[in-house]
């Protein structure tokens, strides 16, 4: 249900406990590259998702960059992946994807059509593509990035970064 999963969102968004996966195991270096960073110069949510899926879907991982981008459109339909604190991770699971792979977006006019739960235009997205038979890895990568956003130094420097290699490194 909705409501339930809006009410786990926002416990976890706003407690200081860590999740109970061991996100330490995620590697940033071993699924983003400078390259699959972007400032993204759209205001509404639909033509930024596509072009960050454009970025995301030039990755080797992905084989099939229009599945990537119909895929991400219909779950975002489904339901908002905006967490909150200006935070949107779109994600999806794909046969045509090979290994877990992702881009970033910092979205310098912030996307108010996202219906984030606490109401925050949407400037930081994270999105995420994976093979289906990664469905731990995946998980444990979106809690990664879900506990690691909670930092609003960081947060702050993503924005106010100006140029990708220096969000890979606040990244890594």
């Known amino acids: 249900k909705k409501s339930e999963i809006e009410n786990w969102v ?5 407690s200081s406990s860590r999740f109970s996966m061991p996100v330490a195991a995620v590697q940033v270096k071993n699924i983003l590259s400078p390259d699959r960073i972007v400032f993204i110069k759209h205001s509404a949510k639909h ?3 596509l072009e960050l899926a454009d970025v ?3 990755a080797p991982q992905v ?3 229009g599945e990537l981008a119909s895929e991400i459109l219909k779950r975002e339909e489904l339901m908002s ?3 909150g604190r200006g935070i ?6 794909l046969s045509s994807v090979t290994d877990l792979v992702m881009a970033v977006g910092i979205c310098k006019n912030p996307i108010t059509d996202f219906q984030p739960l606490d109401e925050f235009p949407v400037s930081i997205l994270i999105m995420i593509a994976a093979a289906y038979n990664q469905h731990s890895y995946y998980l444990q990568t979106l809690s990664f990035f879900s506990s690691k956003l909670k930092d609003k130094e960081l947060r702050g420097a993503l ?5 990708a290699e220096e969000v890979y490194k ?3």
Do not use: Q, Y
């Open 170 to 172: 606040l990244l890594n």
């Open 47 to 49: 033509d930024a998702l």
């Open 88 to 93: 949107a991770i779109p994600h999806v699971r």
């Open 56 to 58: 995301l879907g030039r």
């Open 81 to 83: 992946t905006a967490i």
């Open 10 to 14: 926002n416990a976890h968004l706003s």
């Open 159 to 163: 924005m106010n970064a100006s140029s």
């Open 63 to 65: 084989k099939n960059s």
